[in-house]
């Protein structure tokens, strides 16, 4: 895919010393209309970026700065892959200057403040902001993330939740929406970089468990933006996500069932129509089922479909990489489309395998 040889698009890495900010420099490094103009950390100051990420040598020769000193009111678009309640306390003034802002984390994502509050434990710090925030799932909101100035980008499970369910929500839904389950499971870099008893290598390796049984902080998203595809009415959600001792990808299987009068649909074909234009979400052929290895290091979501012997159960199960279509990747794919740039801009990389 083609990038525009005018526009060069000033951008800034809150938080870059995580995965989700050191794959962000991965990407943008070699986008061929970003240039990185500044990198934050508080407690790397003066370190090069390189010299924490080897990977990026020769591609990013951006320095660690502080916020102060970054000067993030320069950039075109800030990216912030901080903790949850970072951006909404820096978000207006930055908007003030002109500057767009993709924030990875949750401020943005749920529409309800009030909700937020709840899973989030923290009251939010800009409302009136988060009243003109776009859910940034392309495939669902892409007009609006165009014109968008603050684009919310989605957790990683509900990607491929939303996607996974969204052509079943017709004018009239061919599912019974009351009964969803998501059975989710993703790699241990899904906690994040900090130290953590439960991602030790000792206690993650060689173990599978679930997590967040009883709640977790992707439910409300994922409901959220599921009540939007089914014509404003609520839905019944199980979601349950497990911990796999691997390092990056996600595999979500969801189980639904078919109503009644929808029962002599082709799901499979379907499906394929519906994605057939979306560059980054590849429907399997019939028969065919998709593995984390196929998506690693690329934006590719894929999907695969199977009707149970049980005719009115249908199962869709959806892998990704958890940091780049999940988190990073997905981020870039917003902000092209935020500065008018084909949408793959920057995102044509392959599955690596094996």
């Known amino acids: 895919m083609t990038a525009s040889t005018e526009l060069t698009i000033k951008a800034g890495i809150v938080g870059a010393t995580g995965y989700t900010g050191v794959e962000l420099l991965r990407l943008l490094g070699a986008h061929p209309n970003v240039h990185i103009h500044a990198v934050t950390s508080r407690t790397e100051q003066g ?134 389950i998501a059975d989710c499971k993703s790699g241990v870099s899904g906690a994040g970089r900090k130290a953590s008893l439960g991602t030790l290598f000792a206690e993650s390796s060689d173990n599978f468990k679930a997590y967040g049984v009883g709640g977790h902080r992707h439910h409300p998203e994922i409901s959220e933006q599921l009540q939007l595809l089914n014509q404003g009415q609520p839905v019944g959600l199980t979601f349950v996500p497990h911990l796999v001792p691997m390092i990056r990808g996600m595999f979500s299987t969801l189980y639904v069932r078919v109503r009644p009068e929808a029962m002599d649909t082709d799901f499979q074909a379907l499906y394929e129509q519906h994605y057939a234009e979306e560059p980054f979400v590849d429907v399997l052929p019939a028969g065919a089922w998709p593995e984390t290895r196929s998506v690693r290091g690329s934006n590719m979501l894929r999907i695969a479909l199977q009707r149970s012997t049980q005719d009115d159960l249908l199962v869709i199960l959806v892998a990704q990489d958890n940091f780049v279509k999940g988190a990073a990747g997905q981020a870039v794919q917003n902000m092209n489309l935020m500065f008018g740039l084909e949408e793959g801009c920057g995102l044509e990389q392959i599955a690596l395998l094996p």
């Open 47 to 180: 370190m090069p970026v390189a010299e924490m990420f080897p990977n990026l040598r020769g591609h990013v020769d951006a320095v660690f700065k502080t916020p102060d000193e970054a000067k993030l009111d320069e950039c075109d678009v800030v990216f912030f892959a901080t903790p949850h309640g970072v951006a909404m306390h820096e978000a207006r003034a930055l908007l003030d200057k002109g500057v767009k802002i993709i924030d990875l984390a949750a401020d943005f994502r749920l529409q309800d403040a009030s909700v937020f509050e709840q899973w989030y434990k923290q009251e939010h710090a800009c409302p009136d902001v988060l009243r003109e925030a776009v859910y940034g799932l392309v495939e669902l909101h892409r007009q609006r993330i165009r014109h968008a100035r603050v684009v919310a980008n989605p957790g990683c499970y509900p990607v491929t939740v939303l996607l996974g369910l969204a052509p079943l929500f017709q004018d009239t839904p061919l599912i019974d929406a009351q009964h969803i």
